[in-house]
């Protein structure tokens, strides 16, 4: 059984005991968070997937907060050829691991 679900601005394809990273989510390590925002959900042992419209009602994903961290830096470099225009920018995004504990 899996779902898809969005949180970031992203959706995400899940299971039961996945782990995966995505953009900071509010809450302490080892803390449960719910997922509300479901679009999709696979029957159980091929069974008729339910899609949401945009969401599916009254399904949650729980998931356990494993670790809140910053990824690694990533340099934004301009110029503009002839010019003398260079700028250089560096970007760390707050991001959070989760583990999956239930589907519905």
Avoid: C
């Avoid at 959706?11 to 995505?22: A, D, H, N």
């Amino acid at each position: 059984m899996y779902a898809i679900i969005q949180t970031g601005g992203k959706q995400f394809r899940v299971e039961k005991g996945m782990k995966l990273r995505v953009e900071k989510l509010l809450g302490e390590v080892g803390s449960e968070v719910q997922i509300p925002e479901v679009l999709l959900v696979s029957g159980e042992n091929g069974g008729e997937a339910k899609i949401g419209t945009p969401l599916v009602s009254d399904t949650k994903v729980s998931a356990t907060i494993l670790r809140q961290f910053r990824a690694s830096k990533v340099l934004v470099f301009k110029k503009r050829s002839k010019k003398g225009y260079r700028k250089m920018q560096g970007h760390r995004q707050d991001l959070t691991e989760i583990e999956i504990k239930e589907i519905g």
